[in-house]
């Protein structure tokens, strides 16, 4: 089947648009319609040369869609279902599965969750093999995966706000959610209010959270903030974020929570949480970075520092949990998805996104 894609051909590199084949579903396999994909700081960093794929690959890994075929011994997905795809697939066999950790699989690049390979690749592009970013390549008129890396949505949940589940939404709702968690009058400070800061910031709101603080460089992102449940918000472009938080809380947050991946704010979270508290760092920074906190200072305050990879999550509990929230009225993921965007468009989405865009974008299939 014939998919039109953006592509990555070279890194550093922009986008290239072509047509990819996709092929039949293997026995585990399922291919979807694509309905919509966001656009994600990962892929970003793929097109910035920070995070390595194979190349060509078709980019894009936030994506929503209807299933279309399914593979022979595909159970749980038939043609029609409405789907998100995460990148938190589980192979359920390893170590990390077993534990519990499905987020931390240790065997997502291998099989069964990808193709052997004596098979024939999953893609194709001028019929050569072509990758998968992060085993997904949403941003593309349709997408192939293991089963294990879908979940089927309710009918009723709109497909475009749906994709932002698969990846930003639930990087920041887990950690609040999950990986804290946060408890009614804990105090949150969120650095960094693109699509995951924000979703941090609801989800502390939905955790009667008190105070909520919000920090950006954009006064239009903290008002954001603020209508998503912020109640204090600090431009660190004027004000030093640390100083204020810890006046703010009295000595510093319950949580502090860097959704940008940037060290020099992380090394912020440090500083801003209370003895005893935690940051969690849930940006990914570009490799090699390095941070630097105070040995001193963190066995004294007994602070915790936690890397938090997409939410701790079980996205097959979790992104339907987000749906019936969206659905209640308690969750406005209307007002994270700021721009719907044609497939073409997609290389000014990731221009915007340089230039510290509000919220989220996503390429919306018809
Ligand atoms: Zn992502
Ligand atoms: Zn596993």
């Known amino acids: 089947m014939e998919a039109r894609a953006a592509l990555l051909t070279e890194q550093p590199g922009a986008l290239s648009f072509g047509v990819v084949d996709v092929s039949d579903p293997g026995p585990r396999e399922v291919r979807v319609r694509t309905a919509a994909c966001g656009l994600c700081h990962s892929d970003l960093h793929a097109l910035e040369g920070a995070l390595r794929t194979p190349l060509p690959s078709v980019m894009g890994h936030e994506a929503s869609g209807i299933v279309e075929s399914v593979g022979s011994e595909v ?64 941003l593309a008129e349709s997408f192939l995966v293991h089963e294990h890396a879908l979940v089927r949505l309710p009918l009723e949940m709109p497909l475009d706000v749906a994709a932002l589940l698969g990846c930003g ?14 408890r009614p009058g804990e105090s949150v400070v969120v650095i960094g ?123 097959r509990r979790d992104i339907p949990a987000l749906a019936d929230l969206y659905l209640a009225g308690r969750l406005p993921l209307d007002r994270l998805l700021t721009e719907r965007i044609s497939l073409e468009e997609a290389d000014a989405g990731f221009d915007a996104m340089r230039s510290g865009s509000l919220g989220r974008s996503a390429v919306v299939f018809d």
């Not at 279902?81 to 240790?106: K, M, N, P, Y």
């Not at 004596?118 to 390549?137: E, S, Y």
């Not at 939404?169 to 946060?182: E, F, Q, W």
């Not at 912020?230 to 660190?236: E, G, P, Q, R």
């Open 193 to 315: 209010c693109g699509g995951v800061g924000l979703s941090a910031v609801q989800a502390a709101s939905l955790s009667g959270a008190s105070p909520i603080i919000a920090i950006d460089l954009h006064d239009h992102a903290l008002e954001l903030a603020t209508e998503l449940g912020a109640s204090v918000t600090i431009n660190a472009s004027f004000d030093n974020p640390v100083k204020m938080v810890r006046a703010l809380t009295g000595g510093g947050a319950d949580h502090a929570i860097e959704a940008i991946g940037f060290p020099k704010t992380m090394e912020d979270a440090v500083d801003m949480i209370r003895p005893g508290g935690t940051a969690y760092l849930i940006g990914i920074a570009p490799i090699p970075s390095t941070m630097e906190v105070s040995a001193f200072r963190l066995v004294w305050f007994n602070r915790g520092v936690q890397g938090v990879l997409m939410g701790a999550n079980h996205f």
């Open 75 to 138: 159970t749980g997905f038939a043609p029609g279902d409405h789907v998100v795809a995460c990148i938190s697939q589980f192979c359920g066999a390893c170590a990390a599965c077993a534990r519990g950790e499905t987020w931390l699989c240790q065997r997502r690049e291998q099989p069964p969750l990808v193709r052997t390979d004596d098979a024939p690749p999953r893609l194709t592009h001028d019929g050569d093999p072509a990758g998968q970013f992060l085993n997904i390549g949403g």
């Open 169 to 182: 939404v639930l990087t920041g709702y887990g950690t609040v959610v999950n990986r804290a968690p946060v």
